[in-house]
């Protein structure tokens, strides 16, 4: 299985709007409505910011939303503030009952 | 509040098996709404799912490593464990335990610290 495919990076301003693509293919991110999305903070575990595509685990701010079109998920934060600095990584449930991760994505807040 | 710890050697040699265990508390690792999964980082790399299991057993691994790995539970201890066999240094990572909350689709809402692994005559 390969890794989903995300940007390397994305930049915004405090207060605007920033999505972060994730592509995958029709064995993983297509085939199901199994996407997540994971915030990490240098030197910190990664935290569950989005799962089953779009929905928001309790206390995690509504800032954060996600969606899916075919073979692509995508992460939209916004209202961007500077803690949302950090890097971004989406997974997926893939055919094989096994999970996949994106490369990641650095996002910075200018 | 769930709480899981990884322990096990920091340094491994080359060829050798790497072995981590994780312990679960503030809950019952029996549970049949969990998978617990091993996933890795690269230093300065991204993530990559190692692997998971469910209380009774049944195993689910990266097809990358399936070769190497073995994830195994006790439910007498509420841990689970990895060991990766013929590791090299490429194996050098920092190995997280976690919560798999959605069957095993991939919510994983509880992480471990995470502990580094280094593989090195």
């Known amino acids: 299985q390969s890794a989903l495919t995300q940007p390397a990076s994305v930049s915004g301003s405090p207060g605007q709007s920033i999505t972060i693509s994730c592509t995958g293919t029709?064995?993983?991110?297509?085939?199901?409505?199994?996407v997540s999305w994971y915030q990490q903070h240098p030197g910190k575990a990664p935290k569950l910011m989005i799962y089953?595509?779009?929905n928001r685990p309790s206390g995690v701010s509504n800032r954060f939303s996600g969606s899916k079109s075919g073979n692509t998920a995508s992460l939209t934060i916004s209202g961007l503030q500077t803690e949302d600095e950090a890097d971004y990584y989406c997974?997926?449930?893939?055919?094989?009952?096994?999970?996949?991760f994106g490369g990641g994505t650095k996002l910075t807040v200018l | 509040q769930v709480q899981l710890q990884e322990s096990g050697p920091g340094l491994v040699k080359p060829s050798q098996t790497l072995s981590l265990t994780c312990t679960v508390s503030?809950?019952?690792?029996?549970?049949?709404?969990?998978?617990w999964s091993w996933i890795r980082q690269h230093p300065g790399k991204g993530l990559e799912w190692i692997g998971y299991?469910?209380?009774?057993?049944?195993?689910y691994y990266n097809p990358s490593l399936e070769s190497r790995v073995t994830i195994s539970v006790d439910t007498s201890k509420n841990q689970f464990s990895l060991k990766l066999n013929s590791v090299t240094a490429a194996d050098t990572a920092v190995y997280y335990c976690?919560?798999?909350?959605?069957?095993?689709?991939?919510?994983?809402?509880?992480w471990g610290q995470g502990t580094l692994v280094t593989v090195s005559s």
């Open positions: 976690a919560r798999d909350s959605n069957g095993g689709y991939g919510a994983v809402d509880y």
């Open positions: 089953d595509v779009s």
């Open positions: 503030g809950g019952s690792i029996s549970s049949g709404d969990y998978y």
């Open positions: 299991i469910y209380y009774s057993g049944s195993t």
């Open positions: 997974s997926s449930y893939t055919s094989i009952s096994t999970g996949v």
């Open positions: 029709s064995s993983d991110v297509g085939g199901y409505n199994y």
